[in-house]
């Protein structure tokens, strides 16, 4: 199991771990194809800490970036997954790392942010529609990838309330600067951990996120589709 440093604090992005375990995946095609073995063998190698920094991609968000550096080599990080509890790097080993190493770790912080804020826009964009309409509207996914954002819903939002007046309703609540809160609360012997933009409803989140909306800057809504015959919402947005 990995611990997952990044839950703490999303503006920390300098570290320390141990490896774990540091995985060629060249040897990977000798043995039986597994879903994990198919994912790993996208990259040169695969490294596994005792706790890392790097936001594994799920969720609806993007895998951070970084590099991992030993005492004889660095690891340059390209992609980050999880499997049964652990957190696996992926990408281009350059030297060497070895079992026990203490290694810093450097997340990429413009990654990691873009991501954040994004991420973030999203629950302010779920937030402001639960608000409106509450019942009406469930959320069905997220997908917070700057290049192609959106929050989909279970509903169809009227006509009347138009990608214009939810993108000054959005303005408006990042111009509020409201807290965007993070808490985690036990479930039996799990941890939920729930976001909740300040005086809106919370919403369970495993993502990176910024501290206030005031960090959003502009929000774009590019797009809201609705079709009726599956009772569907589609908000597509983007940030500046």
């Keep these: ?8 604090d999303t503006y ?6 141990r490896v ?3 995985i060629d995946t060249s040897v990977l095609t000798n043995g039986a194809v597994t879903p994990l073995t198919k994912a790993l063998q996208r990259h040169p190698h695969a490294v596994i800490l005792d706790a890392t920094l790097f936001y594994p991609q799920g969720g609806g968000q993007p895998t ?11 690891f340059t990080v390209a992609h980050v997954f999880m499997d049964n509890k652990r957190v696996y790097h992926q990408g281009t080993l350059h030297g060497t790392l070895n079992e026990n190493d203490a290694v810093d770790l450097a997340v990429d912080e413009d990654v990691r942010m873009r991501n954040a804020r994004c991420h973030s ?13 509450g019942d009406q509207m469930t959320e069905r996914k997220g997908h917070h990838f700057s290049d192609g ?27 509020e600067d409201r807290r965007i809160i993070v808490t985690e609360e036990s479930t039996g012997n799990d941890v939920l951990r729930v976001v909740q933009v300040d005086g809106y409803v919370a919403n369970p989140c495993g993502g990176t996120h910024v501290r206030s909306t005031a960090e959003l800057g502009h929000v774009t809504i590019r797009k ?3 079709r009726a015959g599956q009772n569907l919402t589609k908000i597509s947005y983007c940030v500046a």
């Design 64 to 74: 951070d970036t970084g590099r991992i550096t030993g005492p004889n080599g660095h």
């Design 224 to 226: 809201i589709a609705r």
């Design 121 to 133: 826009a999203g629950h302010v964009i779920f937030s402001i529609i639960k608000h409106q309409w």
């Design 12 to 17: 920390v992005v300098c570290g320390t771990g």
């Design 149 to 175: 954002a959106y929050v989909e819903f279970s509903g169809v939002l009227s006509e009347a309330h138009d990608k214009t007046l939810l993108e000054e309703m959005v303005a408006r609540v990042v111009a």
């Design 20 to 22: 774990l375990e540091v």
């Design 1 to 8: 199991m990995t611990e997952l440093a990044y839950f703490k």
